[in-house]
């Protein structure tokens, strides 16, 4: 291997790594290895096919929407909207970056996944040993262990939020499920390893939206492989094996638990400060309320916010206590509130598009990447923060045109 070929295998792990990297220096590796996979392909002369630029501007163009919205937001709204076009702008490069980019960059970057993996263990290992300082040495252990400090403490010292985190983990079990081979006893055990390192992991943030997206794949894995299903019976046990254990000995997964099942025995705390279920009702009620005064033209992605706090203010007045104020919790609300019915019918298109190439290629794990963002997408704006939507707009990215059209050199 030759200094060139080392330099893109470097910058292929470095994309693949920098989302777990603090948020200036992400945007600074992110911007960097695009940019150097566009200048070898421009040396090289592996020139795009012409529909690749076609498909990258409906890939990114519910970005567009925020751009024509800045004129038409009222003064004391856009300048949120123009923060929000610059939190999204990797929404609308990233599908040209890999539409131009050639076919051997792509396969080498999507090749170099495992990087990804290793970066969500060595982050959530150091996350954990920070909560471990925090609990037992810091306070003495005698403060509460708690789902919500757990939370509080993992995303101050990472800067990953929860949720977002728990995508990561859950994209990361279905590239250790796909991407490694285990041939020998030692590849098995470090296979598995990795494999319930992140599980444990997941469990112990308890996203719900990413653990149930988690929960579908399985089944579709299982279906595939029910052939040979009888050789994974040893994996199921000590799965079995692990949620129990993780439901006796780790606290702040019995605490949400406990939550999820009192939604199905109508037992849930009513004080939504104290029962992350009860949050949900809230916010899935206010924001369907919202969409059917606005179903039409939405309020500008501006004036969401404003409207919602409204709402919120008047909650907590009824109900004789602060319930807090939020974004809608939900990208296909969010994209209906803000730009109406052409927000949430571009939303929409654009995943049928995705979901339709995963169909014509045949990429199991880029399906599995869309089932866990259409997932959360009911129960996160992940395209509000940056670490969603760089994720989001790599992956997405990567994997459509990975199984385009071959690039033909000139």
């Given at each position: ?19 777990l990297m603090?948020?200036?220096?992400q ?11 566009v ?18 501007l409906?890939?990114?163009?519910g970005?567009?929407?925020?751009l ?39 396969e080498?970057?999507a090749?170099?996944?495992?990087y ?25 252990g ?7 400090r757990?939370?509080?403490?993992f995303?101050?010292?990472t800067?990953?939020h ?6 990561y983990l ?7 499920m ?16 990795i ?9 112990s ?18 279906y ?8 994974y019976?040893g ?31 109508g037992t849930?705390?009513e ?7 009860s ?11 919202m ?8 309020v500008g992605p ?11 203010f008047f ?5 004789g ?20 019915i ?12 995705q979901?339709r ?20 997408f ?15 707009a ?9 199984g ?5 050199k000139?």
């Amino acid at each position: 291997m030759n200094a060139i070929q080392k330099a893109d295998l470097l910058a292929a792990r470095l994309l693949m790594m920098c989302f777990l990297m603090p948020v200036r220096i992400q945007v600074l590796v992110a911007i960097g290895t695009c940019v150097y996979f566009v200048v070898r392909t421009i040396v090289t002369k592996e020139w795009a096919p012409k529909s690749n630029y076609w498909w990258a501007l409906l890939l990114g163009s519910g970005y567009l929407l925020y751009l024509f919205a800045v004129p038409l937001t009222p003064a004391p709204f856009r300048g949120f909207v123009l923060t929000l076009c610059e939190r999204k702008a990797a929404y609308f490069l990233l599908p040209f970056v890999f539409a131009i980019t050639a076919q051997r960059y792509r396969e080498l970057i999507a090749g170099q996944a495992m990087y990804f993996v290793y970066a969500c263990i060595a982050v959530c290992i150091a996350g954990n040993a920070d909560f471990a300082y925090h609990h037992f040495i810091k306070d003495g252990g005698g403060a509460l262990l708690s789902h919500v400090r757990y939370r509080v403490i993992f995303e101050t010292f990472t800067g990953v939020h929860p949720t977002y985190m728990s995508v990561y983990l859950a994209f990361a079990v279905c590239i250790t499920m796909l991407y490694t081979t285990a041939v020998t006893v030692r590849d098995k055990l470090l296979k598995y390893a990795i494999f319930y390192s992140l599980l444990l992991f997941m469990l112990s943030l308890f996203a719900k939206s990413p653990l149930i997206a988690l929960a579908l794949i399985a089944v579709h894995y299982m279906y595939s492989q029910r052939a040979i299903l009888h050789k994974y019976r040893g994996v199921f046990v000590s799965f079995m094996a692990i949620i129990t254990g993780a439901y006796f000995f780790i606290p702040f997964f019995r605490q949400r638990a406990a939550e999820m099942l009192g939604l199905f025995g109508g037992t849930t705390e009513e004080n939504i400060l104290h029962n992350s279920v009860s949050t949900r009702r809230l916010l899935w009620d206010t924001d369907v309320s919202m969409v059917k005064h606005y179903w039409l033209a939405g309020v500008g992605p501006g004036r969401v916010l404003d409207l919602l706090h409204q709402r919120y203010f008047f909650h907590s007045l009824y109900r004789g206590y602060p319930v807090g104020y939020f974004d809608p919790h939900n990208q296909f609300f969010s994209e209906w509130l803000s730009f109406g019915i052409i927000g949430i019918v571009l939303l929409l298109v654009v995943l049928f598009v995705q979901f339709r190439r995963v169909i014509m290629t045949a990429n199991v794990l880029y399906m599995y990447l869309l089932v866990i963002l259409s997932v959360t997408f009911f129960t996160e704006t992940l395209l509000a923060r940056q670490h969603g939507v760089l994720f989001y707009a790599v992956f997405t990215s990567l994997f459509f045109f990975s199984g385009g059209p071959t690039m033909q050199k000139k």
